[in-house]
């Protein structure tokens, strides 16, 4: 066996994979691949908030926002080497994923032992990775393991970096190049500008001083309804050039 | 109860969306198909969300409604509602998503740190928030007093208080894929309603709607003939009548306008650009609307959740158009007999129900209010939300507590949502009779006044300082909010101005002049290099 996956998310349930990963990996000189996962799902930052505070509360050990630097901490003190990788997306499709690029020999995964309507909503990674795994998974239950030799390693690594919210990472800010900015704005704003046009004339044209212009006929409809589609039409029109344009 | 099998569809559909957003979370966690769960799904589920959090009862009950009694020109409101999405990705959607975090605050105070912008910044969501609400409790008290037969006052206090709990107790988890289920119940709803009414009076042409919208006089302009019309042509005797009815309205008035003869709501040059300017630039000061450009990952998934929601839009409001008219052309009598006896409100609301409970009965009618009821329970959900997220954040944990707990803010954020729910619902019993539409209207406009501004300035303007923005805010509030009392006060003008149907053309230039005036006068630009780094960081 030459590599052991572990998955963690902070969480208790996933300190005591860290655990046992390292110790798997020390009795067959193997490396420990430590995934951490961001999800990629379109939540609220209240939502996020709420969910946090939903897990932390089914926890009897405090969230840990630094998995990966502990399982590195952890392999070091028992002269294991640790691989870090961040990825984000859906969990379970990302650990599997990891699993099968690395080459990886077995999958070591927390299970937070939730039930009932928590585990209708949240569903369980460790069962879904069990299910749909190719290679070996070995599963450690919350509370399974002794974890106080991790607090003191904790404690260390919370001292050294700033604690973030398991959902908000901090963006790494970009270089400002002002003439990238200047014409990235004449581009918006000549949009804006083009659509302003089509836009205010279409209301003014259909305002009670001009209904008469609004009103003549063309091609079976008044004008000032086809001033009105025009709005639809040139706002999509303008929306495929900008995304064209901004590359996505 | 008057609806028993509607109802129950009602009841169904509801339970069925919040199961299904209970259950989606899960299968965010668990899908094993790397492929399949790739980048794009999570902005296609934001744009879905989106769409159910901008399409309100205005768009699905107030628009169309308004269409099929005053005639195209009320179509200008969906025009609006539209066109101010192009504004949002053109201006704010990228830079948005790379400087915000939680609230609209927070993007502000990234610039300009300090207590009373963010304070500013939080009191202007609330109260924009709060006004948007009001309208969308006027629409569900008007529908269920419809589906139920209660009397308006009790349906506005138990919808209010049922969209308010919903809120408080389960709606901050989950809410996203609620809003994304809502948004797809709301749009099929609404094709559904298009597909029915061309398919059964219109020979499956769309086209042939406009056609016979040319030969038609609209009810609120043909009111005045409306007992001479009723009798020969009664709304008893269904859409069999409503020719009959058209037919002899044009005959006695023949010179009138047509339901597509563009004017006829006559709204003067100076009313017409104040709300259309309100609506162009209101969406880029809502809230609501901007909380979601936070959720997706960078700013090019934000540009294409943006990008999918317009192309929703322009779908679904040329929907409402057609929809509209032709519930004017299949109800005409019926909405002759409801103008004639004064009851403006429940006719400017309901045509779309009336119209699904005409061609399908009690299924249908049911179909549709549960895509109502989607469009009103997303819209409230994802304004309590903005709202209650901002005075978590911006006041209790940025000003009041900021030792506070994750915990202790939630418990503070659902408590403020209770008490704006019952603000909502009192403003929501004052205001009974006035279309939907227009009331959210006047929030773009208050939008279009506030946010509108001093967002574009706060990512586009380095010279702009602290003073111009909380000057820009302060104006723009104080006269946008001057004028909106006024128009429900039934004044006739304030300071020498006539008040108009939005406030925008007056709020909207004071706003920006004053934030000009003040930042050539001062000179703290706020962290300006490191803030537009980030916000205009690819």
Known sequence: MEKVLVAMDGYEASLGAIKKAVEIAGRYGAEVVAVQVEEDVPLLPMEKETESVNRIREQQMPFFSAPLELATAYGQKHGVSVRQVKARGIITAVILKIAQDLGVDMIIIGDSGRQGLQKLHFGSVSESVVRSSAIPVLVVKKGSLDLSDLAPLMTEIAGRTVPGSPSQPEAAPGIFETDAFRKRMRFSFGLLGLYSLIYFLAALFTSAQFKELAQVEILGLPFGVWLGLSVFAGGLGITRVYLVKEGS | MENPIAFTVVVLSMFLAFFVSWYSRRWTRTTAEFYVAGGKIPWRINAMAMLGDYCS?????????????????????????????????????????????????????????????????????????TLYLVPQMVGAGHLFQLLLGWDYITTVLVTGSLMGAYVVLGGMRGTTYNQAIQGVMLMGAMLLVLVLVTALHFGGNPIKILAAAREAVPPSVAVGAASQVLQASPPEAGPASASGAIAAVKQLMPEAPSAITPGVGLKDVWNQMSLVLGLFFGVVGLPHILIRFYTVRDARAARKSAEATIIGLAVFYIAVMLVGLGGMLVLYPTLLEMLAAGKTGAATNLTVPLLGSLMGGQVLLGVIVAGALAAMLSTSAGLLISATTSLAHDLYAGVVKPSSTDRERLIFAKTCAGILAVIAIILAVYLKNQNVAVLVGMAFGIAASTFAPALTAAVWWKRLTREGLIAGLSVGLVVSLLYTFAKYAGMASVLGLPVLINPALYSLPAATGAMILASYLTSDRGKVAEFMATAHSR
């Open chain 2, 57 to 129: 009862a205005a768009s699905f009950l107030g628009v169309a409604g308004a269409i099929a009694l005053g005639g195209i020109d009320s179509w200008w409101l969906a025009v609006g509602f539209f066109a101010a999405w192009i504004v949002v990705l053109l201006v704010l959607a990228g830079p948005l998503k790379n400087a915000g975090k939680f609230t609209v605050g927070d993007l502000l105070s990234a610039r300009f740190d300090g207590k009373t912008v963010r304070i500013l910044a939080m009191l202007a969501t609330v109260i924009l928030c």
